[in-house]
């Protein structure tokens, strides 16, 4: 009990010292971005694992290290296009998004021409006002045996607005 009584004596010049603390409270996310800045991006893109999920090569003509651009828009409210982040010729949905506070965060559930089955894109990264970096992790299962997973790393970058139709048109999946 003693030691009790001690320890709140010996705290109490500290705990007022807290209270009387008039320093402005910096917000360390002060200046990020909120959302993705509305406009078209380009993408750069680089494989940097493939691997088959199944006994056959896998379902793609990509190789490790290919580089690719990607193109696509952001529209007003944040939203990206499926086509900055996808592999071209998919079409897709997003089945999970959030963007916000410098995080970026996607899934999409796509098919691809000629395949039965489905392609899943996991998209995590961060942004700033003119651009992103993220970690695409792709799966497919399709029905044969030429399933693959792989992973690229995407830089993104605002190069302008959008033509006029998709500058507040929703996001193309």
Known sequence: MMTDLRWALAAAPLLLLAACDDAPKVDKRAGEAKQLTAGAYEVSAKLDTLAKADREAPATTAKVGDMTTLKGCVAADGTPEATLFIEPGDVCRATQSYSSGAIL???????????SGSVNYSIDGQFTADGFTAKVTTGTS????????????????????????AAGAPAKA
């Open 105 to 115: 965060n996607i899934q999409y559930n796509c098919q691809r021409k000629g395949k």
């Open 142 to 165: 399709f029905i044969s045996p030429d399933d693959y997973v792989a992973n690229r790393s995407l830089t993104g970058k605002r190069v302008g607005n959008c033509p006029a139709a």
